[in-house]
């Protein structure tokens, strides 16, 4: 703080307290006066010669302020005029005197709630009449005097009025009001009495000033040139407008325009904007109603239509997520972990996972890989768009047709990226194990490129002829069997088995999600049906046959017509008690009855499991053995692979006869026929192996085999039991008929192990890894000698071939 001033005059006066404004002297300003303690100083002054100290406060946010929170250096000020506001507040105009210092804060009575203060005059020491502080005036004056030619809002007048006036103390503060300074540098310059330095300080910010308007000058130059440019444009448009509204022509360039504009608002990318403003060039040279013209509009029309930058925000919520799965599918917990993973590591990633799941969903028929897949769009949060595979044959169908054949078109996948209108739907691609192959290419090999996650961020279509990002997309695709869909194929997607449901689990679904569906569906009041759970299951056992639930359905929303048939018919009836009665009327007889169960344990008949597109099933084989020339027969629609298996069987009981008590050279003198019923049905694979070398054994053995058990695996030459796939359904397919005891491969008892608890606990497994083993609990007796059992026959001198187990029927029981 200078001390190159003179104090003239010590006065008591009210203070008031002003936020983010500081009031220069020689300035005038209105201020709207609205807490309690500004409107009490202000009509204290108003009462006492209207004069007041006005000074700043340091900081704008604090409301109500201590003496500490006030500049000391403010302006002495007279208000010249007053007016009170509707909402009580005062709005006053005040006019800057002199600076002036509070020297002390004075205690004001009771009842004036404000500060008063003791105030002193700051009078600055005149400068000395000499060279330098004239040329200092001068400079500040020209400067001024340029700032005012450049700023239209300070009037040219004041440069009158101020060239009058020898007063430098005056002049300077009078420049710096027409000054537009912040806060700071506006109480820095109050605060600076010594004239001198505060000359150089206004000098400063004159040159400051007037950077920036030189700088808005040129600027509003550049500007004006534009618009000139502008004008001139729109004036030879305009020219060319006429001339084309002569030629008819006019709308055409107006169509032209807006898809030009269109392009510029969606910020395509640079290979795509390329692309349009060619097309667009060619267009304004062709006459509307030409072939190219046509081609060359659809090209670009479907350039813009597809999404370039819009995507849907994943909904991250877990429980949400979870709770729409189970609303719409029982059971399925592999694809809904997989969802939720998928949840939680873009919750935790966020932006920087940009690859979003390929998921490949197989199952049979009915158990709801499609509807599946809508849930899992809903429980995201995205957009869904479904493409059938089911037999195309064309790869144009994938990658679009190119531009030079009449009716070209992009391919499904941009089509539905078109149809969702954002980046990061949900494609289902249903039936992907259903496409064929023919001249017109390969659509299996298409796909390659749309489901590799390191290739389709630039999928080129045909059609579009630019890269397109496919990265964001989730691709969730559909197949009924898995070996149909090659290789290359599948290495890209990730496998989720959906198995058939049990009978248990098709119980619940009629009764949680079929039947309030149909209910719905046919306006019917649950109120007014009753269907116990006998008969749901008569429905599953006697009247549908699938792994899914699509023909209970059918059958349920039968009984639903039939029933409200019956309503209709019967007015006072008010329930229908679907009775078994009821159910053989209205859906005919039985269509599928369980096979007859065996009473009696038989020779060369051996139940086998089977896995079908629509679930499991019993499979029997059935041995005849007749004296013969060698002669082996297989019949039963069996496929190369089934026949393979056949023959291996044999070639095993032939390598062991001598254990089974059988001459080495027992089939030249017999004929076999081997013969798996239902000879209608196709039948192949290798799962029925020991199922045909136990028969086999049996029958040559002339030992029965038990009534109530089944088996399943692959055998080698060698007694080998090696794992087969498909173990749930066949496992289930036995629970179905009653069947206590299976005989599975010991390879696979992980598989088991993942649905084990799904599976009836009167069901019996036993793991086995070689014949020995199945025979040994499959026959009534065991055929085959062991070599212990030799050495102790011969010290005992018996000559029996064949040694019978304990008995068996006594332990079982």
Request: with cysteine; charged share 30%; hydrophobic share 40%.
């Amino acid at each position: 703080m200078e001390n190159l001033y003179k104090t003239v005059e010590v006065k008591m006066l009210p203070v008031l307290p002003l936020k983010n404004l500081v009031a220069l002297p020689k300035s005038i300003i209105p201020v709207v006066v609205g807490r309690d303690i500004s409107i009490k100083a202000v009509e204290y002054a108003l009462e006492h010669g209207k004069e007041v100290f006005v000074t700043a406060q340091k900081s704008m946010d604090i409301e109500h302020p201590a003496k500490k929170d006030l500049f000391e250096i403010g302006t002495k000020a007279t208000i010249l005029q007053s007016a009170v506001l509707p909402n009580n507040s005062i709005k006053i105009l005040i006019e800057g005197n002199c600076r002036a210092k509070i020297n002390k804060f004075v205690e004001a009575d009771k009842k004036h709630r404000f500060f008063m203060a003791e105030i002193v005059d700051l009078l600055p020491v005149p400068l000395e009449d000499n060279i330098e502080n004239k040329a200092l005036w001068r400079n500040i004056f020209d400067l001024f005097t340029e700032y005012v030619r450049l700023n239209e809002k300070v009037p040219e007048d004041i440069l009158n009025i101020l060239s009058g006036i020898q007063d430098f103390d005056y002049l300077m503060d009078t420049v710096a009001v027409q000054i537009p300074l912040n806060f700071q540098a506006r109480q820095e310059f109050l605060e600076t009495i010594d004239l001198k330095k505060r000359a150089l300080k206004l000098s400063l910010l004159l040159e400051n000033e007037l950077e920036v308007l030189r700088a808005e000058k040129n600027i509003r130059k550049r500007v004006q040139r534009q618009i000139e440019k502008n004008q001139k444009d729109y004036y030879l448009h305009e020219q060319m407008r006429a001339i084309q509204r002569e030629l008819g022509r006019d709308d055409y360039q107006q169509e032209i325009n807006e898809l030009r504009e269109k392009a510029k608002k969606l910020k395509l990318p640079a290979q795509a904007q390329e692309k349009v403003d060619s097309e667009l060039k060619r267009l304004e040279s062709m006459q509307p109603t030409s072939p190219e013209a046509s081609v060359s509009r659809n090209y670009v029309d479907w350039l813009l239509s597809v999404p370039w930058h819009q995507a849907t925000k994943d909904d991250i919520s877990f429980e949400q997520a979870q709770k729409i799965l189970d609303s719409s599918h029982a059971g399925m917990k592999k694809v809904k972990d997989r969802i939720i993973e998928f949840l939680a590591a873009k919750k935790f990633a966020g932006a920087k996972l940009k690859k979003s799941p390929i998921i490949c969903l197989v199952g049979p028929p009915g158990v709801g890989k499609t509807s599946l897949a809508i849930s899992i769009a809903q429980s995201l949060g995205r957009k869904l768009v479904r493409i059938s595979l089911g037999g195309m044959r064309d790869e144009a169908e994938i990658r679009g047709h190119r531009r030079t054949y009449i009716g070209a078109m992009p391919g499904k996948i941009i089509q539905a990226m078109k149809t969702a209108k954002v980046l990061n739907p949900v494609i289902v691609l249903d039936e992907i194990d259903k496409m064929a192959t023919d001249f017109r290419g390969d659509p299996a090999s298409a796909l390659l490129e749309v489901l590799d996650p390191e290739q389709n961020r630039e999928f080129t279509d045909y059609f579009l002829e630019v890269g397109y990002d496919l990265s964001k997309v989730m691709f969730i695709t559909t197949a009924n069997v898995a070996d149909n869909i090659p290789y290359p194929l599948l290495d890209r997607m990730e496998l989720i088995y959906l198995s058939g449901y049990t009978q248990q689990e098709k119980l619940e679904i009629a009764k949680k999600f079929l039947l309030p569906k149909l209910f719905q569906e046919y306006a019917f009041k649950p109120e007014q049906i009753r269907i116990d759970d006998d008969i749901i299951k008569s429905i599953l056992e006697e009247y549908v046959k699938e792994a899914g639930v699509r023909q209970l359905e059918r059958v349920l929303a039968t009984i639903l017509r039939k029933s409200i048939q019956e309503l209709l018919d019967n007015k006072k009836l008010k329930i229908v008690n679907v009775t078994a009665e009821k159910l053989e009327k209205w859906l005919g007889s039985v269509k599928f009855k369980k096979p007859d169960k065996r009473f009696e344990e038989k020779i060369g008949v051996v139940t086998g499991l089977a896995w079908t597109e629509v679930g499991g099933d019993l499979l029997e084989v059935e041995i005849a053995v007749m004296k013969g020339k060698g002669a082996l027969t297989i019949t039963g629609q069996l496929g190369e692979v089934m026949q393979e298996s056949a023959q291996a069987a044999m070639t095993y009981i032939r390598s062991r006869s001598k254990d089974l008590g059988l001459k080495e050279d027992f089939y030249s003198e017999l004929d076999i026929h081997i013969h798996v019923p239902e000879g209608a049905i196709p039948k192949d694979g290798p799962s029925a192996g020991i199922t045909m070398a136990t028969a086999l054994a049996s029958a040559l053995s002339k030992v029965p085999v038990y009534k109530d058990i089944a088996m399943t695996g692959e055998v080698t030459l060698q007694g080998r039991v090696l794992p087969v796939g498909g173990l749930k359904e066949k496992l289930l397919a036995a629970i179905r008929n009653d069947i206590k005891k299976v005989f599975v491969p010991k390879d696979n008892f992980n598989d088991i192990k993942e649905f084990i608890t799904e599976l009836d606990d009167s069901l019996e497994l036993v793991y086995v890894d070689n014949m020995d083993t199945v025979l040994s609990g499959a026959l009534t007796k065991f055929p085959i000698e062991r070599k212990e059992e030799k050495k102790k026959n011969k010290k005992s001198n018996k000559n029996s071939k064949v040694v019978n187990k304990p008995d068996n029927k006594k332990k079982r029981k």
